[in-house]
């Protein structure tokens, strides 16, 4: 002891002389918890000394949280759920809870060093309350499932369709832990990367910049990585692939005979250049014999026109040609005239189509076009311009044509359009009083959240009408619907005014994920969540920052295949709902019409 002081006034202490024992890690004890039967510190350790851990070893906090956002993803959504959704919410929100409660641990730790807060406990102590901890965590999460199981069910039920039960579920919980564990290599590869860029950095920066240089460094890596790499050779491939989808013919079609459709013997437009979506449209729906059989009076000929993209890789460009084709058809000789704005694909929503064909008598001309050849959402990923650009070539195009008719000879114009269809469409005027100004009817189906025209009537609706069926000037000229009813009442049964011409409506599901997917979601609660009325959507969706978003995003790519009038499937209702853009009744009944148009209505 002399000795001691003699060399630096300091005590040492031999640990062994006074029976403590120091705990390291090791491979039978990973997460450090300390032998049964010894006294135990617990105090914060230096980040650096830290990092080696957390990159091995899970953090009991992100555990912790991780769970909670489990418990959280497995509530229900929109729709129910295939075994791979189930995984994707689980994988992305475990993945997210745990990144959160890791950095909240961290934070407490940092806290507890620069506070000298020191936790002395028991080792049998913080044994068992480990233990019961754990114990309580797996068991909320059998219940939590038990629960979801049960929550499902009732989806399933109000959709109409099933998805596989609890071994589908089960099923999809794994797949989601194991997508997890991949997320979570992918971070602590990130993480080291990291660290070994701040030690290259360290010895030519100020400590206090080393790691954000770092940080700077890996994240132009990753931006570099997954735009060169990961998104554009995805892209290419998609792209490839969506190329010799659209080149191939579909099966069941062939090329049409009569004058009145692109492609045929008299077309300016060659059956292949159509696209195998052009293809389908314009040899698909009835003819007038079908109309004549079904409604027992005399009918037109339908005329479809249309453009591909293979013969015209210029929106203006197929603009022209779909509307040459118009006007050779004969469609400015119609008493309708309308503008059906496709998806990504080319596609044309037949049931739209077809309801205004059956209730003009076949007195009508649609014309329409493709811009692109990815579906839908890659469409958007790719390119938000294209859509709108495209609807409002077509629009522009067909009005200059008909306001060159005298105007007592000008055919009544009409704009549709479903889904990236409606956004496209939409883009063709700046606002409702330009809309209202320039057709006489409109018929928007599944429009997606982020279109611009959509989302300025969403929120200047009438106070007190909710989100999923706004009240827009009393239902003067635009009404919303979630089923045909609403053309003639609000969500909530009032009456709404004298409904005056042009007359535009937006068919749209409390259940269409297309409809109600958003990027805020990721940080805001939208009021159709807070407001709860869908009548076909569970009252027990909640929001949850971040879970909800991937909840929502991963009920879109099922949400056609449920029954009609749910989801983003629109069949059976968009001949009410064109009967009332037309001034006819509504509620009237035209299941003969619907039987007609459903038989004629072949799969894709």
Excluded: C
Excluded at 93 to 116: E, K, P, Q
Excluded at 367 to 377: D, K, T
């Amino acid at each position: 002891m002399t000795e001691a002081r003699r060399a630096g006034g300091a005590t040492a202490i031999n640990p062994r002389a006074v029976g403590a024992r120091l705990t390291r890690p090791s491979p039978y004890n990973p997460l450090r918890l300390p032998v049964r039967g010894t006294p135990h510190s617990v105090y914060p350790e230096p980040p650096e000394k830290q990092s080696g851990h957390v990159l091995r070893h899970l953090s009991v906090p992100g555990l912790t949280l991780g769970l909670i956002t489990l418990w959280v993803a497995l509530s229900p959504s929109l729709l129910p759920r295939a075994w791979w959704m189930t995984a994707v919410n689980v994988g992305v929100s475990l993945a997210y809870g745990y990144a959160l409660g890791s950095v909240l641990g961290r934070f407490a730790s940092w806290l507890a060093r620069r506070t000298d807060l020191r936790v002395e406990v028991n080792a049998r102590s913080d044994w068992t309350f480990r233990t019961l901890w754990l114990v309580f965590l797996v068991v909320v999460s059998g219940i939590v499932w038990i629960r979801s199981l049960h929550q499902q069910e009732q989806i399933s039920i109000m959709a109409g369709v099933p998805r596989g039960g609890a071994l589908s579920q089960f099923v999809g919980v794994l797949a989601g832990v194991l997508l997890f564990g991949l997320i979570l290599l992918i971070g602590r590869g990130v993480a080291r990367l990291w660290h070994g860029v701040r030690r290259l950095v360290r010895p030519v920066l100020p400590p206090l910049v080393a790691p954000v240089a770092a940080a700077v460094i890996v994240a132009l890596l990753l931006v570099l990585v997954s735009n060169q790499v990961i998104y554009q050779r995805g892209m290419n491939w998609a792209l490839g692939r969506a190329t010799q989808v659209n080149d191939s013919t579909p099966e069941g079609r062939s090329r049409p005979t009569e004058p009145q459709r692109t492609g045929s013997p008299r077309s300016h437009e060659s059956w292949e250049s159509l696209g195998r979506e052009g293809q389908m449209f314009v040899s698909d729906g009835p003819r007038a014999a079908d109309i004549e059989r079904t409604t027992g009076e005399p009918a037109l000929e339908p005329i479809r026109a249309y453009a591909g993209k293979a013969a015209h890789d210029d929106v203006e460009d197929a603009a022209e040609a779909a509307v040459a084709e118009l006007v050779r058809a004969g469609g400015l000789e119609r008493s309708v005239i309308n503008v059906a704005t496709t998806t990504g694909t080319g596609f044309v929503q037949e049931w739209s189509v077809q309801a205004l064909e059956f209730l003009t008598g076949g007195d009508v001309a649609t014309v329409s076009m493709q811009y692109s050849y990815f579906p839908s959402g890659l469409a958007y990923l790719s390119d938000r311009e294209t859509p709108p650009r495209a609807g409002r070539a077509l629009f522009e195009a067909v009005e200059a044509e008909v306001k060159a008719l005298p105007e007592d000879e000008r055919p009544r114009l009409y704009v549709s359009g479903e889904s990236l269809g409606s956004f496209g469409g939409q883009g063709a005027f700046d606002d409702a009083e330009d809309l209202l100004a320039r057709v006489d009817g409109a018929l928007w189906a599944g429009t997606p959240r982020f279109t611009p025209l959509w989302s300025s009537l969403t929120a200047g609706r009438r106070q007190g009408s909710p989100e999923i069926a706004p009240v827009i000037d009393n239902g003067r000229h635009i009404r919303f619907a979630t089923r045909p009813r609403e053309l003639t009442e609000d969500f909530y049964g009032a009456p709404f005014v004298e409904w005056e011409e042009p007359r535009v409506v937006y068919a749209q599901h409390a259940s269409d994920p297309v409809v109600w997917w958003s990027w805020d979601l990721l940080w805001q609660e939208p009021d159709w969540l807070r407001e709860k009325v869908g009548r076909d959507v569970s009252p027990d969706l909640s929001w949850s920052a971040y879970v909800t978003f991937w909840q929502i995003a991963s009920d879109m790519p099922l949400s056609v295949d449920v029954p009609a009038g749910h989801g983003h499937e629109y069949r059976d209702e968009m001949v009410p709902l064109w009967a009332g853009v037309l001034g006819l009744d509504p509620l009237a009944d035209y299941s003969h019409l619907v039987a007609a148009i459903d038989a004629l209505v072949l799969e894709r």
